[in-house]
């Protein structure tokens, strides 16, 4: 078992940031799970465009407001806590945080941890 709280992970190597985003990485490959879960926050008034071709996301928003939209047909989807996406089709896609968003992100393949955007939005398959 594996037991975990945010405060063991704030301020550690666990916790990996972008320009716009923090995230505290809870489960990562190297506990051989099969996914990854991680706590996001995303800074509010923020764009930002991901495609994560590597990896399934499945996101599920507990704090904030903000909206994804679908690159390849313009749908846009509002976001609030207690909503739910998934990219299961590896979507290209822009997320808005109109303000500061809270998320739960779990990634097929795991993520390493150390994962950070490439210039096309998305991350490189990691193996350690
Ligand atoms: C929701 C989202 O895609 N945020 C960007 C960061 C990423 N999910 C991560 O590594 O936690």
């Not at 704030?10 to 990485?25: F, K, L, M, Q, Y």
């Not at 909206?67 to 207690?82: A, M, Q, S, T, W």
């Not at 945080?97 to 941890?113: D, I, W, Y």
Request: hydrophobic content about 30%; aromatic content about 10%.
């Amino acid at each position: 078992m594996i037991v975990k709280s945010l405060e063991d992970i704030i301020g550690t190597e666990d916790e990996t940031s972008g320009d716009n985003w923090t995230s505290r990485r809870f489960l990562m490959k190297k506990d051989n799970c099969g996914f990854s879960m991680n706590d996001t926050i995303i800074k509010a008034g923020t764009d930002n465009y991901f495609w994560y071709k590597n990896h399934i996301e499945a996101v599920y928003c507990i704090e904030g407001e903000g909206e994804i939209e679908e690159v390849e047909n313009g749908k846009v989807h509002p976001l609030k806590p207690g909503t739910m996406y998934i990219l299961d089709k590896n979507d290209k896609h822009h997320l808005r945080a109109k303000t500061q968003m809270r998320m739960v992100c779990v990634f097929n393949p795991p993520l390493v941890g150390t994962e950070t955007h490439n210039e096309e939005g998305y991350y490189p398959l990691l193996t350690d």
